[in-house]
């Protein structure tokens, strides 16, 4: 089985979504926003090439794609594809600049 590697920012991101729908949604909605994070990266890990490629100028960013949450089509996953499975490496809204938070601004 591939591995997921989460790093510590998407870990960051998937607590701060999970306090953001608990609070403004409901607490299902949250725990169903988990599961299906955790349902999209094993088929990341899967089939990593399925998200939509980037075409980003930092070399250590070479390769980073995009997905979506399964469900939550508003929050975005970006990830590295590895020999062994992914590397997610942001979990973002939509709507937020995701371009300064990966640090590409």
Known sequence: MPKIYKRK???NDLVECYIYLAENASFAIADQFLENSE???NELAINPLIGSPLTLQNPKLVGMRKWRVKGFNNILIFYMPLNDGVSIVRVI????????LLGLA
């Open 9 to 11: 920012l998407a870990k």
């Open 39 to 41: 349902a999209s990266f």
């Open 93 to 100: 809204h939509a709507s937020q600049d995701w371009w300064g």
